[in-house]
């Protein structure tokens, strides 16, 4: 590594003088473009993102983790991963009108279905195919659909569940683009007899214990509770729509049992959500139980926006725990503005006491994936303030509202004494817009957080290291990439709200 990084420089660049410390190559491009607007970037890095996240699909379906084959070796098809992405590829599909590119998502969603209905008959070291499915469990298989067969933490019960809700997604478009015929009947059947065995595993295994979805803690997890639920309510109302009862009412019942199950999760002597409850296995220092996978639950499940949605109290305040602790704990976040003097939010990684380093066990850094997912649930959690017309500030939320920045030129600010006190404040009063927009602030300094550490090229990778910001662990992380894509949909759809424009 070059010693340049570290040396203290003063630049000046269009009649500005910028002083800063440089940490990064990605210093570089702030060099370049100071004044750069975070829209603007935005634009650029999902343009980027986009044609790269396409190239990790594989032509028979397979879902690349990342390209990296070595060091670490992440070219396979891990369910969890493969569902957000193609989730989120879905969601493109939907949000354009260019016809090149809809048939380009199209085919991807078609060849998902496909493969994901070959994984039903591979057998795997998770469990046995007649028992609804237990197979399934299995977190990651070879390109070819073959199951990884060597130690790995199995069962992984979130993937089935993340898997179904994908599917439900891609049957609304059908239904909703029946005039179109999206997809063919061959294709259809592929994707129900997917998402029927995917539901039979939920709706049967969702109390099995399983390891968590950073394949470390064996236990009860917030997140696949989280997953499960949605997938079964989802699915069950999808059961019914084609007069199957009985099932929808099985599931309806595994449904409620999950709501019963997930209330446990919060702890309130330490004031936010639990990630793992009867820990039966795994490693054993992750003592806090903080975890950027509660957030994640929040953004990848929101059925019910009251339902632990991204507005919820505990979500809210939970995430502000994380932001807090990975602020004082990775060095990099030390440094609270970039290049061009824009104010930096923390860097945020998976859990605080996390050791893997992208490759290896030494310390946990900073994941793109985390830091999008606190920009998105500060997005979300404004649209659905703004949907429902009211912000509560109380007690248990207080925390997230006292962290929120001031905005520029903002008079209506939240007092002291209104976070102090609570209050419940209505869409005609000032502050009631005023705190939607210090809420976008809030998110946007998550992104100016990613567009400092992401490369100049638009490519980012897993990890940014805690002490010198160079991107770290697999290039080119299929996640990373749906992560920075929903985050900055989310941010269009509040800047509509808020502006009734675009960026
Ligand atoms: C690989 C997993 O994917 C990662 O999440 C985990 O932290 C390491 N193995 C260490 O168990
Ligand atoms: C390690 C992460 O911990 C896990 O969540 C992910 O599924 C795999 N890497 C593949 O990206």
């Given at each position: 590594m070059s010693k340049t990084w570290a040396i203290a420089a003063t630049i000046v660049f269009a009649n500005l003088t910028l002083s800063f410390t440089a940490l990064g190559a990605e210093q570089h491009k702030s060099q370049q473009q100071p004044q750069i607007v975070l829209g603007e970037w935005l634009k650029f890095e999902t343009s980027q993102v986009k044609p790269r996240l396409m190239s990790n699909l594989l032509g028979n379906g397979a879902v690349l983790a990342s390209p990296s084959q070595s060091d670490p070796d992440y070219y396979y098809h891990w369910t969890r991963d493969a569902a957000l992405t193609m989730d989120t590829v879905a969601?493109?599909?939907?949000?354009?009108?260019d016809a090149g590119e809809r048939s380009r998502y199209l085919a991807a969603m078609k060849n998902y279905a496909y493969f994901s209905r070959q994984l039903l008959d591979a057998p795997s070291l998770s469990g046995e195919q007649h028992n609804h499915y237990a197979n399934l469990g299995e977190p990651k298989y070879f390109v070819n659909g073959v199951a990884f067969s060597r130690d790995w933490g199995r069962p992984q019960t979130d993937g089935p569940a993340l898997c179904a809700i994908t599917f439900l997604h891609f049957l609304e478009i059908a239904k909703k683009d029946a005039a179109e015929r999206p997809f063919d009947n061959d294709t259809i059947r592929a994707m129900k007899e997917a998402l029927v065995a995917n539901l039979d595993y939920t709706a049967y295994h969702w109390h099995d214990s399983g390891y968590d979805l950073w394949e470390e803690i064996k236990g009860q997890h917030f997140y696949n509770g989280m997953a499960q639920r949605r997938a079964l309510l989802r699915g069950a109302e999808w059961m019914q729509q084609i007069g199957q009862p009985d099932t929808a009412d099985f599931y309806f019942r595994q449904a409620a049992a999950l709501t019963v199950q997930l209330q446990r999760f919060w702890d309130g002597n330490r004031g936010y959500l639990q990630a793992t409850l009867e820990r039966s296995g795994g490693l054993d220092y992750k003592s806090s139980n903080l975890d950027t996978a509660i957030v994640l639950a929040a953004l990848h499940t929101d059925e019910n926006q009251e339902f632990f949605g991204p507005g919820h109290?505990?979500?809210?305040?939970?995430?502000?725990?994380?932001?807090n602790v990975f602020g004082v704990i990775h060095p990099i976040n030390q440094r609270t503005t970039d290049g061009g003097g824009i104010r930096l939010a923390p860097g945020i990684g998976r859990y605080p006491e996390d050791r893997y380093d992208g490759n290896g066990a030494s310390e946990g850094h900073g994941w793109f994936l985390a830091t999008a997912a606190l920009?998105?649930?500060?997005?979300?959690?404004?649209?659905?303030?703004?949907?429902?017309?009211?912000?509560?500030?109380?007690?248990?939320?207080?925390?997230f509202f006292r962290s929120l920045p001031k905005v520029d030129g903002e008079s209506a600010v939240l007092e002291v004494a209104d976070i102090e006190q609570g209050i419940a404040l209505r869409p005609s009063q000032a502050k009631f817009k005023a705190t939607l927009r210090a809420m976008l602030l809030a998110g946007d300094q998550y992104l100016a957080r990613i567009r400092h550490h992401a490369s100049s090229g638009g490519s980012i990778a897993e990890q940014f290291d805690r002490h010198t910001g160079f991107m770290r662990g697999a290039r080119d992380l299929t996640w990373s990439f749906a992560s920075l894509i929903t985050a900055a949909d989310y941010r269009n759809q509040l800047l509509k709200v808020l502006d009734g424009k675009d960026s």
């Open positions: 969601g493109l599909y939907e949000g354009t009108a109290d505990q979500v809210l305040v939970t995430a502000e725990k994380l932001s920009a998105e649930v500060h997005y979300r959690a404004a649209l659905h303030f703004a949907a429902n017309g009211h912000i509560e500030i109380n007690k248990t939320n207080a925390p």
